[in-house]
T-cell receptor
Framework: DVKVTQSSRYLVKRTGEKVFLECVQD?????MFWYRQDPGLGLRLIYF???????EKGDIPEGYSVSREKKERFSLILESASTNQTSMYLC?????????????FGQGTRLTVV | GNSVTQMEGPVTLSEEAFLTINCTYT??????LFWYVQYPGEGLQLLLK?????DKGSNKGFEATYRKETTSFHLEKGSVQVSDSAVYFC????????????FGRGTSLIVHP
């Protein structure tokens, strides 16, 4: 019954490394989102994609990029990891526009940059 | 634009106490309303939802009623358990407008034995 899967639960990376976070969904949804979650700040939208090779900036895109080469896969890329990117990262796949079903989330990736 | 405001936490309760977590919203279209729950170390999962005014969503003893007149969707449970300790997010999805879901900041619930 798995719908959204993130490739790693926990990651530890060094400052300056290029980091890839992978997300795969099996619902054939067009929309996929990346959020980061920090205490007291809730969920903040980093990037989203509404189709293959299409992407839009969210509220906090600085320091991140994304890739959507296939419909089921949406990757978040930290070009040069920094300690202030230590966070919980959540991938989500909301339903198509015009429906009233819920968004499905992955289990999250806890990233620590040292 | 759309927004969701929920009470700040943490909310700390003893087992079997009554729970209310307040949530109010603003939306330009015809929103569906959701409560998500996040258990420690996990992603968000749907707890309950309501798609039109006066609908009541319910699941696992939790309830919330879509109140259009007060633009509210408060979460309630009559008797909480230690296993209910989690972070709860109120959210809306506006079918008539942006498909980007709007989330509240989350409310942490801690239930003591």
């Amino acid at each position: 019954d798995v719908k959204v899967t993130q490739s790693s639960r926990y990651l530890v990376k060094r400052t300056g490394e290029k980091v890839f976070l992978e997300c795969v969904q099996d619902m054939d949804h067009e929309n996929m989102f990346w959020y980061r979650q920090d205490p007291g700040l809730g969920l903040r939208l980093i990037y989203f994609s509404y189709d293959v090779k299409m992407k839009e900036k969210g509220d906090i895109p600085e320091g991140y990029s994304v890739s959507r080469e296939k419909k089921e896969r949406f990757s978040l890329i930290l070009e040069s990891a920094s300690t202030n990117q230590t966070s919980m990262y959540l991938c989500a796949s909301p339903p198509p526009q015009g429906t009233n079903t819920e968004a499905f989330f992955g289990q999250g990736t806890r990233l620590t940059v040292v | 634009g759309n927004s969701v405001t929920q009470m700040e936490g943490p909310v700390t309760l003893s087992e079997e106490a009554f729970l209310t977590i307040n949530c109010t919203y603003t939306a330009t279209g015809y929103p569906s309303l959701f409560w998500y729950v996040q258990y420690p170390g996990e992603g968000l999962q749907l707890l309950l939802k309501a798609t039109k005014a006066d609908d009541k969503g319910s699941n696992k003893g939790f309830e919330a009623t879509y109140r259009k007149e007060t633009t509210s969707f408060h979460l309630e449970k009559g008797s909480v358990q230690v296993s209910d300790s989690a972070v709860y997010f109120c959210a809306l999805s506006d079918r008539g407008g942006s498909y980007i879901p709007t989330f509240g900041r989350g409310t942490s619930l801690i239930v003591h034995p």
